[in-house]
Nanobody, 117 residues
Framework: QVQLVESGGGLVQAGGSLRLSCVAS????????MAWYRQAPGKQRELVAT???????NYAASVKGRFTISRDNAKNTVYLQMNSLKPEDTAVYYC???????????WGQGTQVTVSS
């Protein structure tokens, strides 16, 4: 059974920082591409950052320079360090795992991030 469990969300003032974690089980973590998505109220889910199994990272333009995605394959964990947070970063953040060659994708339950102005 595949599980992705996010943690680290919360309430923070604008300009503050949070670090999200996502622990995966039931998959061979090291071969999966990992990503963070977010969904704000009334908006579609959007891609925030990706970390491929090969070590590449990519970011949405809105978070580039402020957010950093990283992974620890030994701990089956992907992180999202979020700095200089803005009220528009308020959303539920979801962890995603995608098999590189098969049509398998998995989601966590989400963690709420709220940034107050």
């Amino acid at each position: 059974q595949v599980q992705l469990v996010e943690s680290g969300g919360g309430l923070v003032q604008a300009g503050g920082s949070l670090r999200l974690s996502c622990v995966a089980s039931g998959i061979i973590f090291s071969i999966h591409d990992m990503a963070w998505y977010r969904q704000a109220p009334g908006k579609q889910r959007e891609l925030v950052a990706t970390s491929t199994s090969g070590g590449s990272t990519n970011y949405a333009a809105s978070v580039k320079g402020r957010f950093t995605i990283s992974r620890d394959n030994a701990k089956n964990t992907v992180y999202l360090q979020m700095n200089s947070l803005k009220p528009e970063d308020t959303a539920v953040y979801y962890c995603n795992a995608r098999h590189p060659t098969r049509p398998f994708t998995y989601w966590g339950q989400g963690t709420q991030v709220t940034v107050s102005s």
